[in-house]
């Protein structure tokens, strides 16, 4: 069974731009997760979809989206980028999202310049 | 607002050693995992617990849930530098979302 696949792996970006990250999850899974990860600040709650609905955002701007489409597909987009959104984006899947366990796929790495 | 402490934040031993990681919680939870990250990776799964008391091992790894299902432990016996990583420990905290303890970064040399 295929895991959790995130691309791009490495992304650049400058102040300003936008960016769109792409999450495939587990075949079956129903329910992704995003969660933002930075040295000083851990892994951090971003949202979380299940059957194109978002249930739960953390405490992120605005600026931060996502969405995710019939075949479970997630992507997250952040605009107008700061430098402190530099950091590792992971995305997870489940079953259903509530309880259970949560599988990561490898993270894209975002730096912003 | 729920959280998971982990201690210690930092572990640097020789090979050979054994060490302790504590996740600890003011909250009761249904199941509790555990993960380890490599540099520039996702976090793996290691084990969920979901019992109150229950000791799970897995190879030289053991991992305990709290009898109050509030925290957990995971000893490593005779550390070898392959466990180098990110511990990191998670809970369901209720309406879709998973919170995560702060990690403890782990160095085993050789």
């Known amino acids: 069974k295929a895991g959790v696949t995130q691309t791009p792996r490495y992304l650049i970006k400058t102040r300003g731009q936008q960016v769109t990250l792409s999450c495939s999850p587990i075949?079956?899974?129903?329910?992704v997760s995003w969660y933002q990860q930075t040295p000083g600040q851990g892994l951090q709650f971003l949202f979380e979809?299940?059957?194109?609905?978002?249930?739960n955002k953390g405490n992120f701007p605005g600026r931060f989206s996502g969405r995710q489409f019939s075949n479970s597909r997630s992507e997250m987009n952040v605009s107008t980028l700061e430098l402190g959104d530099s950091a590792l984006y992971l995305c997870?899947?489940?079953?259903?999202?509530?309880?259970?366990?949560?599988?990561f796929g490898p993270g894209t790495r975002l730096t912003v310049l | 607002t729920q959280l998971l402490e982990q201690s210690p934040q930092f572990l640097s031993i020789q090979e050979g050693e054994n060490l302790t990681v504590y996740c600890n919680s003011s909250?009761?939870?249904?199941?509790l995992q555990w993960y380890r990250q490599e540099p520039g990776e996702g976090p793996v799964l290691l084990v969920t617990?979901?019992?109150?008391?229950e000791v799970k091992k897995l190879k030289r790894l053991t991992f305990q849930f709290g009898d109050a299902r509030k925290d957990s432990s995971l000893h490593i016996t005779a550390a070898q530098p392959g466990d180098t990583g990110l511990y990191l420990c998670?809970?369901?905290?209720?309406?879709?979302?998973?919170?995560f303890g702060t990690g403890t970064r782990l160095k085993v040399l050789a």
């Open positions: 075949s079956g899974h129903r329910s």
């Open positions: 997870a899947s489940s079953f259903f999202g509530s309880d259970g366990e949560q599988f």
């Open positions: 909250s009761v939870f249904s199941s």
């Open positions: 998670a809970a369901y905290s209720g309406t879709y979302k998973y919170i």
């Open positions: 617990v979901v019992t109150g008391g």
């Open positions: 979809y299940f059957s194109e609905t978002q249930r």
